[in-house]
């Protein structure tokens, strides 16, 4: 079943993104959230209210959102926000470290990005409760969807990156 899948990523990580985006993964997936970036710079220009109305407007009729994880992710006010609108909707999440993908001309990058997982931004958010168990104890984010490491194209296992049986799951334990 194809799903609409909203795109949450650190405009700081647009390289890396491009590279998800540029693989070919996405047969059958409709995508949403690849800012443009004129058209994002314009919204910024209006206040953080335009932005969140963007952002919503983005997001409408998207089924999940894919969190693209990079080294800052987990500070990006507009990523949070997000992931809290997405679990406010019910949409189902799932998010791919992308620190392993190459940036250009930065040596120092590759090698700690390879060596140190960023911080998941999942485990910053909280779930609805759905017992009286997690009104106690609520569950994380990250309790309740999974979260994948992207492989860069030139490594031998890169056949594990199914962004598809990864979307599709995030759906499942939604419903949607």
Request: hydrophobic content about 40%.
């Amino acid at each position: 079943m194809a799903r609409v899948v909203f795109f949450s990523f650190d405009y700081d990580d647009v390289w890396r993104v491009n590279q998800v985006r540029n693989s070919g993964a996405f047969i059958d997936e409709q995508r949403s959230g690849f800012r443009d970036k004129a058209e994002y710079e314009q919204v910024k220009r209006s206040g953080d209210a335009a932005i969140e109305r963007w952002i919503r407007k983005q997001m409408h009729g998207c089924s999940v959102t894919c969190v693209l994880i990079g080294t800052d992710t987990h500070r990006s006010r507009w990523v949070n926000f997000e992931i809290a609108e997405s679990i406010a909707n019910g949409m189902g999440l799932v998010g791919i470290y992308i620190h392993k993908l190459h940036m250009p001309d930065d040596e120092r990058d590759a090698v700690l990005d390879m060596l140190f997982q960023p911080q998941n931004p999942l485990e910053d958010h909280s779930m609805p409760p759905r017992n009286s168990f997690e009104q106690l104890f609520p569950d994380k984010a990250s309790d309740r969807f999974e979260t994948h490491t992207w492989e860069p194209a030139d490594a031998w296992f890169n056949w594990a990156n199914d962004l598809g049986a990864w979307v599709d799951e995030a759906a499942r334990r939604v419903g949607r």
